[in-house]
């Protein structure tokens, strides 16, 4: 932990939709190496906190910092690329009509290639860059174990392959911390397992932190230290998975909506 | 000529690969066609290769980007007066002139492409329609540098000097192979643009923006960069253009010239390379074949469009790497692409 | 100075009347088709030629042409709402844009075929003027201004309170939903594409009287003007297309009798450039559709 | 479809379409082949109509007449669109497809620009009839191209004879409104020339483009500006909407129209005779013209064609052809070098008078000033039309 700074630092994170404050002042902070969780009926805000977040939607109020930068105004690609902070969505999205390892050396390029003009490039250089990039794809493709598909188009494959390639994706630039949306929704319970496995090798060989929304609460209990529960928009209670469960707050939270 | 987006094909034992020898075989055709063509048929292939310039521009916003841009005829008309402006006040051979639209095109894109692609789909469109629009209205406005309606005329055929030496172009047979090289030279450049991890961006960006702006993308500067490189590919066309019909003026602002480009990336496939190309051809077969029957050419062209649009919505490269695969001794499982 | 101000709004509103009619259509087809109509001129073409050839061989009366005109307009884009408009829902757009252009190109060299080439006169109408102090103005333009505003409450009623006027704002909205609740979104299509391109023929009948001059191309130059109409309007809009249409009016009226008319016709689209600069979504919100 | 029929159609349609390419017009040996330029799609074909149907109408009347030596005329239409890159395809086309021995076109002055170079390196004849750009002149004959010529008046001896007439009449204070077209601006930008030496002045300047109907904001501005008349270089489907405006804006017999734009015929007098009163037009043709020729011509052309009324490029292309007959008579030959030589030579008796052609290959034709006199176009006099070339 380097010097006690969060990787992630959220301060007053705020955000209106006209009369209706879907995110309101809420602070969260992760941790090196930590996998925190953020749980949350529908509707609580989760989702948008995630868009304020990482550039997609602008928040009305709030300071993010990453790694005790201030990155409240960085664009969504900005974000990624120099902060190494990747999310997920909660709808899936692969580019379908490209194969799987087409998709990863995507997700890579930008940060092999600083800028946009270099991208450009036709050179020697440009094509031993793009090598690697392939040879670290067909690597990760082993790592989510998706081999067999490797060169299938994306859009062929099932919901749970296609958010292994997402997380895979993820993983391509050597990410200081990725946020997934919901990563078990509506996947296969085979698959669940080797995601879970994926996060925690990610987290613990590769070093990257994780913010994680989930309502699947066995994976919470798993794989999270950590967990905030938000509540129409606002952070209800914080503590181990155990500890918010047993929380009566909580449970009023998701049975009394 | 495959598909940059298509995916490696699988290594099976292949019957016979012809791919080579039809390649050569078709290098030849295109190099030898003015020896037992006639001029019309040579001059229609010239026409295909001027306007298969900005279609390739065309073809990287809308098959690669996913853009539809209609401003590629304001920049083609920008190229043409530019080298028009050229050879009538300077002098200036048709190398530095090609270079000077090119060059033109690209800067005028640039302020135009800040604003305009703030815009998304129907607005983007409309503005960039807008843009052919307004620079017709200046060519024809501003009449101390374009003489208005009266256009630049008398443009002098393509004309390359070195040092002593200078060859012009002057019958359609030297034209075609101005044309061919220029047009292979786009096509190489373009293949380059595409095959880059830059084009692998801009197919990213086709496929899903947001996808790949959360990968760290920046896509805005992507398709700023795809509209700007098209604006050249565009303005190239247009100096062709000037020099080889040897008039520049409003005229060319017409939607017929947009529609051109839009049929030829429509019909040939758009995202393919080989596709615009063959779609340049077929283009100008159509529009030159129906010329048999006066009366109803334009009907039936419109009714050509329809025919495209509806029954081959991707264009003729399907059918093409089909053959494609076909000549190289394999044969794809259907549905797999 | 104040009468000459007038005069030009008065013009302005007086061209706009026109374009509001022609564009309403266009941005209704927008609306549930999501495509945008490069043929929508030809229509207001047909609905003049169909209104001059029966004046002129027949010699119906004027309000009779009018009805005859609007009414065979309507039974041809019928057929070709039936076999390609219906087709085109869903559609890329670039796909859609070549397919009406090359329905452009169908129906205006169609009646260049059929009619011959050369330009025709309409002679008929009320072309007399009236005068308000100094301000002159044809005794049709005052009908165009009155049957706008009447196509506009119209339009108002039809989608409020008819069946099928919900049925097109629904699908506008939200074309997902309305296959559940049961609209049939084929349907709306083609009844909006051929109320729209009625609309557009109407707007052609009733403004050939000042217009004069009939011919197959006449429609290109009303597809122009349109567009940034629609555009400004929020797509799909039918009171900011009312608005815009106005705005638009006048604004060339003003350029006209100050700049000079050579610039009238980039009027549109550089008032649309500087919109969509200052409000990238149009003036009136897309979401308020109908 | 299955992928069979599909595949079959494909095949079946991309021969189809490279055969045609390669498939020349049926003509038989004898005829004398004249190819036709002009837009006959889209909006300028409501110009090309009227050329074609001129030209076919004079053919018509050749053949009947026996031929040229008994070789009958046969024209081939080709459609230009009124874009240079179209022009020149059908250019090409009928020269090397179609192998024809002349070519008559085109109406936009662009088009004919760009045909000329290539009717030069055919070495075949191009004879334009429609287009009044000077620049198709001045880089003709001793200018350049040997092979091009122009039975159509250019702008300069129109604009002089104009505005020398007008000044004439007691109007000095114009109000431009012409059409934005190289005819319009060109017409205007020679007045210009002269305006000096004739103590006018222009007061505003507006240009329409092609298909305008709206004119009352411009209109409302003239009339409360200083102009004593209103100059126009228009087109002929125009001038009735102008001329209706007119009336209703209040203009209508205060400020008279001068220029050039069908002013005479009977449809635009008809459409606002109240605002086409006092107008004066200097014209090539009009076809009130009362001379046995030309009434012959419009009293045919409306027989043949429906009751339509002829118009000046119905005329200029039927008295073209005419006149492009005769050459070849008079060389006896179809080879371009001596029809060019007999069009140099040329005394061509049309129906306004006698053409001939000078070093540019530029007619010389006579131009009628007229003057609409209570709803009748009145002749006032006639204009020897010379260019003077100037250094470009």
Redesign the interface.
């Known amino acids: 932990m380097s010097g006690g700074v969060s990787v992630l630092d959220i301060k007053g994170m705020s955000k209106s939709y006209g009369a209706v404050k879907a995110v309101d002042d809420v602070d969260l902070h992760i941790d090196h190496g930590e996998i925190l969780g953020l749980i949350g009926p529908n509707g609580s805000g989760k989702s948008t906190f995630f868009d304020c977040t990482t550039g997609l939607a602008r928040p009305d109020g709030g300071k993010v910092s990453l790694e005790g930068q201030d990155i409240s105004d960085w664009s969504l690609n900005r974000i990624a690329r120099e902060g190494r902070m990747l999310r997920s969505f909660q709808k899936t999205v692969v580019f379908k009509k490209l194969n799987v390892e087409e998709n990863l050396v995507i997700a890579g390029q930008m940060f092999t290639f600083g800028g946009v003009l270099s991208t450009f490039g036709i050179g020697r250089g440009t094509r031993a860059k793009v090598k690697g990039l392939r040879e670290h794809a067909r690597e990760l493709i082993s790592l989510v174990g998706l081999d067999q598909v490797a060169h299938m188009p994306a859009g062929n494959l099932s919901g749970g392959q296609q958010k292994l390639i997402q997380f895979a994706s993820m993983l391509m630039p050597d990410p200081r911390l990725i946020m997934l949306d919901e990563p078990m929704a509506g996947i296969n319970p085979k698959l669940i397992e080797r995601v879970v496995e994926t996060i925690q090798y990610a987290n613990q060989k590769m070093g990257v932190s994780f913010l994680i929304i989930e309502h699947n609460i066995d994976v919470v209990t798993s794989l999270c230290s950590r967990t905030i529960v938000l509540d129409r928009g606002r952070k209800l209670c914080e503590g181990t998975p155990a500890q918010v469960i047993a929380n009566d707050q909580v449970r009023e939270a998701y049975l009394g909506g | 000529m495959t598909d940059s ?1 298509s ?2 094909a ?1 290594t099976r034992p292949q019957t016979r690969d012809l791919r080579t020898p039809v390649s050569i075989l078709l290098f030849l055709l295109a190099l030898c066609s003015p020896l037992f063509l ?4 040579v ?2 292939l010239v ?1 295909a290769m ?1 306007f298969l310039l900005p279609a390739h521009g065309l073809n990287l916003l ?1 098959g690669y980007t996913g853009m ?1 841009s ?1 401003a590629q005829a304001a920049f083609f008309g920008i190229g043409a007066y530019c080298a028009a402006l050229m050879a009538t006040h300077f002098d200036t051979s048709f190398p530095v002139n090609l270079l000077a639209a090119v060059v033109l095109a690209m800067a005028v894109a640039v302020p135009l492409g800040i ?2 692609l ?6 983007f ?3 960039t ?2 843009f052919v ?2 620079t017709q ?1 200046i060519a ?2 501003w ?1 101390s540098v374009t003489r ?4 630049l ?2 443009l002098p055929k393509p004309t390359f000097s070195l040092g002593g030496l200078s060859w012009t172009a ?3 047979q030297q034209s075609y192979y101005v044309a061919l090289g220029l047009a292979a030279l786009a096509t190489f450049v373009f293949w ?2 595409v ?4 084009g ?2 801009l ?2 960006i086709r ?2 923006e ?10 805005w ?2 398709r700023l ?1 795809a509209f700007v490189l098209a604006a050249g590919f565009a303005g190239a066309g247009g100096a062709l ?1 000037a020099h080889y ?3 520049a ?1 409003p ?2 602002f ?4 947009t ?1 051109t480009m ?2 030829i ?2 019909g040939g496939g ?1 995202g393919s390379i080989s596709g615009v190309v063959i779609g340049s051809i ?1 283009f100008v ?8 029957a ?6 039936a ?6 025919l ?4 081959f ?1 991707q264009g003729f490269a399907p ?1 093409l790497s089909k053959l494609w695969d076909r000549i190289g001794g394999q044969t794809r499982k259907e549905g797999s ?1 | 100075m104040m009468t000459i101000f007038l005069e030009q709004i008065l013009n302005g509103i007086s061209t706009g009347a026109v374009y509001a009619i022609v564009a309403v259509g266009m941005t209704m087809i927008f609306g549930v088709l999501r495509a945008i109509n490069f043929a929508h001129g030809e229509y207001y073409m047909l609905g003049t030629f169909g209104g001059w050839f029966v004046i002129s061989t027949i010699g119906l009366p004027y309000p009779a042409a009018v009805i005859v005109g609007v009414v065979v307009t309507m039974a041809i884009a019928y057929v070709i709402g039936r076999f390609v408009m219906q087709r085109m829902i869903g559609m890329p757009e670039e796909g859609s844009v070549v397919a009406t252009l090359g329905i452009a190109l169908i129906l205006q060299n169609t009646v260049i075929l059929v009619f011959g080439g050369g330009y025709k006169f309409f002679s008929a109408g009320y072309i007399e003027p009236v005068f308000f102090g100094d301000i002159g103005i044809a005794q049709q333009r005052l009908l165009i201004i009155a049957l706008c505003i009447a196509v506009f409450v119209g339009l108002e009623l039809l989608v409020t309170y008819s069946r099928m006027g919900k049925a097109m704002r629904a699908v506008s909205q939200n074309v997902e939903a309305c296959a559940v609740v049961g609209i049939d979104v084929r349907t709306v299509v083609l009844s909006t594409f051929v109320l729209g391109t009625g609309l557009a023929a109407f707007s052609g009948i009733l403004t050939a009287p000042v217009n004069v001059s009939v011919y197959g191309g006449m429609g290109e130059i009303i597809t122009f003007k349109t567009l940034p109409i629609i555009v400004m309007g929020g797509l799909g809009n039918v009171r900011g297309t009312l608005v815009a249409a106005m705005i638009l009016g006048i604004a060339e009226s003003f350029v006209a009798g100050n700049f000079g008319l050579q610039y009238r016709d980039s009027v549109g689209f550089v008032t649309l450039i500087l919109m969509l600069l200052w409000r990238p979504h149009g003036l009136f919100s897309a979401r308020a559709r109908f | 479809m299955t992928v069979k029929t599909e595949r079959a159609i494909l095949r079946a349609g991309t021969l189809a379409l490279f055969s045609v390419l390669a498939l020349p017009n049926l003509v038989k040996a004898q005829d004398i082949v004249v190819g036709l330029v002009s837009p006959n799609s889209g909006a300028n074909a409501r110009y090309g109509a009227f050329a074609q149907r001129g030209a076919a109408m004079a053919a018509e009347e050749i053949n009947v007449g026996g031929g040229i030596d008994g070789r009958m005329i046969k024209i081939i239409p080709a459609d230009s669109i009124c874009t240079p890159v179209e022009g020149v395809s059908a250019t090409q086309r009928l020269i090397s497809q179609d192998e024809v021995d002349f070519i008559i076109g085109d109406i936009c002055s662009s088009v004919t620009l760009a045909m000329q170079p290539l009717v030069e390196d055919a070495g075949k004849l191009l004879v334009n009839a429609a287009s009044s750009n000077p620049e198709i002149t001045y880089k003709a004959g001793v200018g350049g191209y040997q092979h091009s010529f122009r039975n159509y008046p250019t702008d300069e001896i129109r604009a002089k004879a104009v505005a020398e007439y007008a000044v004439e009449k007691g109007y000095s204070k114009f109000a431009v409104l012409s059409v934005d077209s190289d005819y319009g601006r060109g017409a205007i930008t020679y007045t210009r020339k002269y305006l000096d030496e004739l103590g006018a002045e222009f007061v505003s300047e507006d240009y329409y483009k092609e298909g305008e109907v709206d004119f009352r904001s411009v209109l409302t501005k003239i009339r409360n500006s200083e102009a004593d008349s209103i100059m126009v270089y228009g087109l002929a489907d125009t001038t009735p909407i102008i001329a209706r405006q007119m009336i209703e804006t209040g203009l209508a017999g205060k400020l008279p129209l001068l220029g050039n734009g069908e002013f005479s015929a009977e449809a635009t007098i008809q459409a606002a005779p109240k605002a086409m009163e006092g107008a004066i037009e200097a014209a090539a043709w009009l076809p009130g013209y009362d001379s046995e020729g030309s009434m012959a011509f419009v009293a045919d052309y409306k027989a043949k064609y429906d009751g339509e009324e002829p118009n000046n490029h119905a005329y200029g292309h039927w008295e073209t052809m005419h006149m492009l007959a005769e050459a070849v008579d008079a060389a006896d030959s179809t080879d371009a070098e001596a029809v060019i030589a007999a069009l140099q030579g040329i005394q061509f008796a049309s129906p306004m008078g006698t053409i001939t052609f000078d070093d540019h290959h530029q007619a010389i034709r006579p131009l009628l000033m007229l003057e609409i006199r209570e709803g009748e176009p009145v002749i006032t006099g006639s204009v020897a039309g010379e260019v003077t070339y100037s250094e470009q």
């Open positions: 987006s995916i490696p699988d006639g001029t019309y048929a001059h229609a026409i001027i809308v539809l209609l604003p305009a703030q815009l998304r789909a129907t607005s469109v409309m503005c329609l807008g629009i307004i209205a024809k406005n009449i208005g309606d009266m256009g005329s008398g002057s019958t359609a380059l643009i095959r880059s991890p830059a692998r961006n197919i990213a496929e899903n947001t996808l790949a702006e959360s990968l760290g993308v920046p896509t500067r992507y960069a253009y019909i040897s008039v003026s005229l060319m017409q939607t017929l010239y529609t839009l049929i990336v429509l758009s077929l077969a159509l529009s030159e074949g129906l010329r048999i006066p009366e109803l050419r334009m009907i062209y419109g009714a050509c469009l329809l495209l649009v509806f029954r919505p059918y692409a």
